[in-house]
């Protein structure tokens, strides 16, 4: 019965590696809490890097001052 | 003061059925809870068919299989 | 594939009524969108009345002086 | 450590607006509770006004009817 | 049309920050987006520091630690 | 820069199941996207079994039938 929200900054994420996280969550609950991966849903959210803020300022300017 | 979200695979769900379920949760808020309308808000979320994963795969890849 | 979360105050809402709220939603999504009840998860959460604030207040506050 | 989610109607919301949205939530979780603006993350999520409901009717309808 | 969910580990957060946190994000959504208080929703989630992980461990291992 | 929000019923997860849970995701964040674990937020959120509906039914209920 597990629901698992990720949020991610949106730069480029491949379907693969989607997938590869989908997998990975699933077995994760699976193997710790004994969760059936047919009612184990995930939901992946790729978000703006202007729209997300740390350290007081969106990552979008961050990113470029690196 | 009822908050709900509402997380469905983006699947062309049409503005008419989004209407609906608008209708539809708030009616129930109401008449379940007594809520008022006004103070109710909805949120949906239309999620790609590959960033929603159950059964530990991608719901596009299950799709294509069925 | 939905996954619908519901945010109400916490103000003694009973086991009954949140079958009802359950059931209400699922049906929606039935018949609106033709999703599968198998699939279709509801999390009801119960927020305390401190921790929800509207008009800039605690609800809390508000309920008090109504 | 504290985790903001913002949702606001997608109307144009400037990149300019989303900083002062950002910088304004990191500011008062330092000042009010002592954060760590470091561990502060803030995402903003734009909903199109067709997936917002209030009073039991699409935000996109209501908005017309002003 | 705001909804704003803050989360913050549950550290004995009193009402008074709470309502500060209140007045301070509605004050914000209404000077920065021209929001309206009464339609602005702010639900403050309080999480128990061993369900709060960063850096890999829970918050309440690493708070021990310091 | 991940957040990832689980949520499961609340079945006497451990807290020993947690830090495996908190442990396993931000090593799949690193290994997959390679992010950085100090900017990977997890939050666990464990849902009272009759607050968590399937099959438009309380789990609760559900469980008991089994």
Known sequence: MPYVNIKVTD?????????????????????????????????IDEVHIDNWGVSGEQYGKLKKQQ
Request: glycine share 6%; charged share 25%; aromatic share 0%.
């Open 11 to 43: 730069e480029g994420v491949t379907s693969a590696q989607k997938r590869k996280l989908i997998q990975g969550v699933t077995d994760l609950l699976v193997n710790v809490l004994d969760k059936d991966p047919k009612t184990t849903h995930i939901v």
